[in-house]
Each structure stands twice: as C-alpha cells, then as structure tokens.
C-alpha cells in the first residue's frame, strides 16, 4: 500500500544506520560511519536518510544516544551535538513527520513487538556505549523522561558503568578476545563480565524481569562471553528461579524499533 512506508534511522556513536522500511520489513538499508564533528553527522545522516527515501514515505523514526527530550539531543558522550532540534532539523529538510527516541528503548520497543514478546523485561546495548530499556506490562516505561540510562549504573570501582566498559572496549575487538588463548585476553574477559555481572545482576533484583534481553556489537562475542555473563549476574541474583539471559535474535532491532515509533 502506498503511503505506508517509513524511514527509520539508528544513529549510534560508531555507525548510523538508515532503512526504508514497509510492514515490519526493511526494503533498503544504508550504513555509514559516524562522524565527529556536528556539521559532517547533519551532513552523512541527510545523505544516508535520502538514499532510502522515496515519494511513498510518511514519516521518519529515530533512534538516539541520550539523553534528549522532544526531539532535541541534549548532551550525549557519544554525538557531536549539543542541545540541538534534530526533529525540527529533519522536518524542515524532508517536510514528513519526525519521531526520536532513546536507542536503546527503540530496541525494547522491538524486542517487545518482534523478538522475545515479553510483558517484563529489560534490554541492555552493548556498543559504543551501554544504554538500556525497561518494558513493564507490555508498555515502554520512561519515568520522566530519561529511565534505562543503564550505563550510569555506579559500580564499585566507583566509574559508572558505560566509562568503564569504554576503556576496555577502546583497546580490543571482542569477537578477537573470546578467540585468543593468551593468558591476558582471558583475564580481560573475566573483568568485563564480572563488571557485565555486577550491573545486570543488580538490575534483575530490581525488576525481577521474564527474561534480560543483550544486544549490540558485543553481540558478535558469541555464546562463549554471553555464558560468562550469565556466570557471573547468577552470583549476584538472590531469586530461586533463574532469569533468562540471551542475546536478541532480531536483526536491526534499532531500526526496527524505531520504524514502530510511527503508528
């Protein structure tokens, strides 16, 4: 049917991703690297979001680094922008209706209607950055406006969460160090879950969600780190019954998630 299609966008701090998508499905897909200064991001994500636009779309669907509110990207670690309408900014240069959530809740918006189709559960995003999603009763919960900033979880090395995972990730590739056999990789492994652990486990006790759903580039890591996640959050969990933790099985659960935010 004609007018039914949506551009939908994941803008992370590594890559931005932009698809044409039609029914739940994604019928052109563009990738391209973040850029870090402002003027070339508006610039590459202008010219990634015309690539997949035709005459038939009615509307654009973000997701973001927060925090931000009402369209405006307030001061994410990850983006180069400050304070900065993007909504207003996409309206004016593609004239559709705009719509921008946390990235990370777009996933769980995803995981909800298309993946695990829990009515309670949390998300956690393991890419540049650690975001989260909250999904209690079958709705998106945002407090006032912010909940799920996982990353900003204090641990007891007293760095938040997302600063800690940062300083190791900027040094390795994670599918590289669940390959190695070096004595080194193995106890970088054991740290991140221990520390992967700490916060999930804690959020478990919290929530007592069905089921913790992981996603993000640590995904490629595979079922070996996701074990030793699983290892390590069961120390920490003081439930009889165990939760289940997996990685998403949804392909573009970012962008399929943000495409749902066009009803």
Not at 50 to 76: C, H, Y
Not at 172 to 191: A, H
Not at 238 to 262: E, N, V
Request: proline residues 4%; aromatic residues 8%.
């Amino acid at each position: 049917m004609e007018g039914n299609k949506i551009v939908a966008v994941d803008l992370g701090g590594t890559n931005l991703r932009a698809a044409l998508v039609q029914d739940r499905k994604i019928l052109r897909y563009v990738k391209r690297q973040t850029p870090k200064t402002k003027d070339k991001l508006l610039e590459i994500l202008v010219e990634a979001i015309s690539e997949v636009f035709d005459k038939d779309v009615k509307a654009i669907g973000m997701g973001s680094p927060g925090p931000l509110k009402d369209g405006v990207i307030q001061n994410p670690p990850n983006l180069p922008l400050r304070n900065f309408n993007l909504k207003k900014f996409l309206h004016k240069k593609f004239k559709v209706r705009v719509e921008i959530e946390n990235d990370a809740r777009c996933v769980a918006i995803a995981e909800s209607k298309l993946g695990c189709k829990k009515e309670n559960f949390i998300i956690f995003t393991l890419g540049t950055g650690i975001g989260g999603g909250i999904i209690i009763n079958g709705k998106l919960y945002g407090g006032r406006g912010n909940a799920g900033e996982f990353g900003h979880i204090v641990l007891d090395n007293k760095k938040y969460f997302e600063k800690w995972w940062q300083e190791y990730r900027k040094d390795f590739i994670l599918k590289d160090l669940v390959k190695s056999q070096d004595p080194r990789s193995k106890k970088i492994l054991e740290e991140l879950s221990s520390c992967l652990g700490q916060g999930i486990g804690s959020l478990i006790n919290a929530f007592d969600p069905e089921i913790v759903v992981l996603m993000g580039g640590a995904r490629e890591a595979g079922n070996k780190f996701l074990n030793l996640i699983k290892k390590e959050a069961y120390k920490y969990t003081i439930f009889p019954k165990t939760t289940p933790i997996i990685w998403s099985k949804l392909d573009h659960p970012g962008l399929l998630g943000a495409s749902l935010l066009i009803k």
